[in-house]
């Protein structure tokens, strides 16, 4: 897996099938109430993601102030990648985004199981109206499986039937789903020959 990844304890990426000057039009609108009291700085740069979060462990959001990037992948058009400083890869605005500008999803969730001691692992997919989450956990030494919504056709159902619940949903499974949407997250996928477009809250 790529090193980018796993230097993190948590990884959630996600990918929205839009044009990134879309993407962006989108966010401005979302937050524009915000962006014209100050509260946010934007900025275009090269693509660096540790400074979305230098730290290795991710935390959850509501302790500190929200900070993402986004990008398009050097060898993807009319996708942007899309990561945050939150474990939760900023659901609730991903959430908007789907139902607000009817785009279409997917957020990944990946761990790094030598830095975390309750990893989750989740495949999760956003459309207007339509969603589809498979995800396994642990949770106080305690695996848990949970599934919901209609099943895509890149899925591969005989994973979730295995008794051992690590093995129903996992990096391994994820990588392989996302590769069966021509989604590769390899070195070039963290290169960009487009500005990558960061967005900084300063002030809640």
């Known amino acids: 897996?790529?090193?980018?990844?796993?230097?993190?304890?948590?990884?959630?990426?996600?990918?929205?099938?839009?044009?990134i000057e879309i993407v962006n039009s989108n966010l401005l609108k979302l937050f524009e109430k915000e962006i014209l009291e100050k509260k946010w700085k934007l900025s275009n740069e090269e693509l660096n993601i540790k400074q979305?979060?230098?730290?290795k462990i991710i935390k959850k959001g509501g302790s500190h102030l929200p900070?993402?990037?986004?990008w398009e992948p050097k060898h993807l058009?009319?996708?942007?990648?899309f990561y945050s400083n939150y474990r939760d890869g900023l659901y609730t605005t991903l959430i908007c985004l789907a139902n607000r500008y009817n785009c279409k999803i997917i957020k990944s969730d990946l761990c790094n199981e030598n830095l975390i001691n309750d990893p989750f692992f989740s495949f999760h997919y956003?459309?207007?109206?339509s969603e589809r989450i498979i995800y396994s956990m642990k949770e106080n030494k305690k695996w848990i499986f949970f599934e919901k919504g209609k099943p895509l056709d890149i899925e591969n159902l005989n994973y979730y039937k295995k008794r051992i619940?690590?093995?129903r949903m996992n990096n391994e499974i994820?990588?392989?789903?996302?590769?069966?949407?021509?989604i590769n997250l390899n070195k070039q996928f963290f290169l960009s020959e487009k500005s990558a477009k960061y967005f900084e809250k300063r002030e809640w």
């Open 67 to 70: 900070k993402f990037v986004i």
């Open 52 to 55: 979305i979060s230098e730290n």
């Open 165 to 167: 619940i690590k093995q």
């Open 174 to 182: 994820i990588i392989e789903y996302l590769e069966k949407m021509k």
């Open 1 to 19: 897996m790529n090193e980018i990844i796993t230097y993190y304890d948590t990884f959630s990426l996600s990918i929205i099938f839009e044009d």
């Open 126 to 129: 956003i459309q207007c109206g």
């Open 77 to 81: 058009n009319n996708t942007t990648a």
